[in-house]
């Protein structure tokens, strides 16, 4: 096999396993993708900044957890709305503490 043929061999690979991204106004995030955002901790998010009453709402989707249909759904984790966790964290620029100014 030439290194051209191992080239193309590799990228094929490469290329099955790489997801493009989803864009951002309809992506979810969950706790660790909100903390790569934010430049902070799962921890920090999870028990520092989601809980935040200006924080936007979480989503919960409903979940079986063995698999049965016949099961009573369960909440799994929450994930939130990536375009609003941005425009959540953009509503804090130039903030020197209290409340962030709202929009008009």
């Given at each position: 096999?030439?290194?051209v043929e191992?080239?193309?061999r590799l990228a094929d690979a490469?290329?099955?396993r790489?997801?493009?991204?989803?864009?951002?106004a309809i992506d979810l995030w969950d706790v660790e993708a909100i903390g790569a955002f934010l430049k902070r901790a799962p921890k920090v998010v999870r028990e520092r900044i989601v809980t935040l009453p200006d924080f936007p709402k979480a989503i919960r989707l409903p979940s079986v957890q063995s698999g049965k249909t016949d099961e009573k759904p369960v909440r799994s984790l929450p994930l939130w709305e990536a375009a609003e966790v941005?425009?959540?964290a953009r509503s804090y620029k130039?903030?020197?503490g209290g409340r962030p100014r709202k929009e008009i």
């Open positions: 096999m030439s290194e191992l080239l193309d490469v290329a099955k790489v997801q493009p991204a989803l864009p951002v941005i425009a959540w130039g903030w020197t």
